[in-house]
């Protein structure tokens, strides 16, 4: 899913923006409904100009030569994925759009802005990925508008919770991920701690029983396409 190269330099400039953030007492609870003792902001690196250039040429880069074909269009996801997708048309001269999760339910009460999308290879875009369940919502809004949809890139992968990969199955979807919690713990880094990485590790080993035990998901839930 994400190339080892792209994967260090893109943990890097997380662990380098503050985007990795251990909790205290209190878990986090991510938008899929699982807890974590980790949160990665990705949006923290928005603000840095030399932290969002550096993702935005990872990412370019990932474009060109990890698809089997050029993308038509961007689409950023609502909202996580709406900046980066802007930069990257910007970077390879694409035409942008973006998707809803759910129509607006006013005006044009469209699920994706922009233009059309009718009989173009677009590519989704987003920040994050947990497990996969907000693309559901995303690839319907794109192909429901004649979009051609095989892949979608996300800046960071938690490669943590079940079910992602039978869910781009069923949604017919390639992930191709610049980074996940394997990346950063493989590097040796001032801002990851002995004690957080050792916090992060058992965590990974059965993310499933941590977040059931601290309050979060306990299990997958129906794929909704």
Not at 87 to 105: C, N, Q, T
Not at 117 to 127: M, Q, S, Y
Not at 147 to 157: D, G, K, V
């Amino acid at each position: 899913m994400n190339s080892p190269l792209s994967g260090d330099a893109m943990a890097r400039l997380l662990l380098e923006g503050g985007a990795v953030q251990l909790a205290g007492d209190q878990p986090f609870v991510l938008a899929a409904g699982w807890a974590s003792p980790a949160y990665v902001d990705v949006r923290l690196l928005i603000g840095e100009p030399s932290l969002r250039r550096a993702v935005v040429a990872l990412a370019a880069d990932a474009i060109r030569t990890r698809l089997p074909q050029p993308p038509e269009a961007l689409a950023g996801a609502d909202t996580g994925g709406i900046p980066w997708a802007a930069w990257l048309a910007e970077e390879l001269d694409l035409p942008l759009r973006y998707v809803r999760k759910r129509p607006l339910g006013i005006g044009r009460n469209a699920q994706v802005e922009g233009g059309s999308v009718e009989g173009r290879r677009v590519l989704l875009i987003d920040d994050l990925m947990t497990d996969g369940s907000s693309k559901a919502a995303f690839a319907r809004g794109l192909r429901s508008a004649g979009a051609s949809l095989t892949h979608t890139l996300c800046l960071f992968h938690h490669g943590t919770f079940p079910g992602g990969a039978e869910r781009m199955r069923e949604l017919e979807l390639e992930l191709v991920a610049l980074a996940s919690w394997r990346d950063v713990l493989a590097l040796q880094h001032p801002a990851l701690s002995a004690d957080s990485r050792a916090v992060l590790e058992g965590f990974l080993a059965d993310p499933v029983s941590w977040s059931a035990a601290h309050g979060g998901r306990v299990g997958l839930a129906p794929l909704a396409i």
